[in-house]
């Protein structure tokens, strides 16, 4: 018979993010341009796409969105829907310098899977070491929506060479953006599953007003119309109260038309 002396338990475990920040959209009207199309890959946050229209100079309305994969489960994964509206203006203070400032409303949704491992160690009456390896899940379904506020300060610089007509039209723009984002969270649902993957129990989590600044830094390179971006930014949650667990950092990849 073996008897148990002694039990230890570790809990190991990845806690998922149940909001990611999307892509920081900055149409940095130049010119006479009225349209902005935007395709991207973001890091966690999947495909993103964005859309604006000018219809009258220093104005504009734009909708976007990001999408990622289904959710796998029992496995530590995530998967998080998102879509918005925004209304804005811009103003050339020269041909190199712009300002932006747009507001928006939209709303998500997301699921978790988070794997929780415990370890219990004991000892049977020999006082040899035995290890029991339990696996518990979390489900978690977030429905939310979003404010934002957002500003920018767009930088294009023409490198154009009049002497090679071939490359008349190629540019860089730099952005520098920040966007105070806020969280209202509708539902916030957790499954507990034991090994044998059955629920066990099950609750409703509540936040407060959840609160985030989320700057970011843009790369545009490319020729007229046409240019290929890269996106770097970060989330940092604002307030004294408990936090969700969020998204920290966004890398985006992706193309740009302006025309």
Known sequence: MVLLLVSISLLEGCIQPVYLP????????HGNEKYYISASGVEKSGFTAAIAYSPVKSFYIGAGGNI???VTPYTSDFSTKFIYGEIGGYREIDPVMSLEFCGGFGAGASETYDNNTSENTYYDSLNIAHTAIYKQYDHSQVRYTREHLQGTLGLHFDLSNEK??????LSIELGLSARLSFLQLSRYDVDHLDSNKVITSSDQ???SSQIFIEPAFTLRFGVEHYSMELQVGSSKFLGQQKSLPAGTTFISIGLVSRF
């Open 205 to 207: 989590r509540t936040f």
């Open 22 to 29: 999307n892509k920081v959209t900055a149409p940095l009207f």
């Open 164 to 169: 090679d007509n071939g490359w008349r039209d």
């Open 68 to 70: 990622t994969s289904n």
